[in-house]
Nanobody, 123 residues
Framework: VQLQASGGGLVQTGGSLRLSCAAS????????MAWFRQAPGKEREFVAA????????TYVDSVKGRFTISRDNAKNVVNLQMNSLKPEDTALYYC?????????????????WGQGTQVTVSS
């Protein structure tokens, strides 16, 4: 599967952004999908993930209640709606996929990665 992330940008504190990740070359519904982020000088961090059918989602504690991951298997897209953004959300955001059957928070679980989209939240 190939992944193309989009939707990043510059936003003020408290603002919103919607990231999208379009998948091609594969049966999208066979993949667990996730979003990670990496700030300068920091390790890549798990943000959110969704099961193959979208029925189960999981989030890092720092984004619970603010971010929502969703997928549309008919359109081969996974989205990350980000509300109430904070400066500490500033990072390069990556979408990732695995054909393993369940969600994991470790980056090594995911074999397929998009190119990243930059999110910058100004204070």
């Amino acid at each position: 599967v190939q992944l193309q992330a989009s939707g990043g940008g510059l936003v003020q504190t408290g603002g919103s952004l919607r990231l999208s990740c379009a998948a091609s070359e594969g049966t999208f519904s066979n993949y667990v999908m996730a979003w990670f982020r990496q700030a300068p000088g920091k390790e890549r961090e798990f943000v959110a993930a969704t099961s193959r059918n979208g029925g189960s989602t999981t989030y890092v504690d720092s984004v619970k209640g603010r971010f929502t991951i969703s997928r549309d298997n008919a359109k081969n897209v996974v989205n990350l709606q980000m509300n109430s953004l904070k400066p500490e959300d500033t990072a390069l955001y990556y979408c990732a996929a695995t054909n393993r059957p369940w969600v994991d928070r470790g980056p090594s679980w995911y074999a397929y990665w998009g190119q990243g989209t930059q999110v910058t939240v100004s204070s």
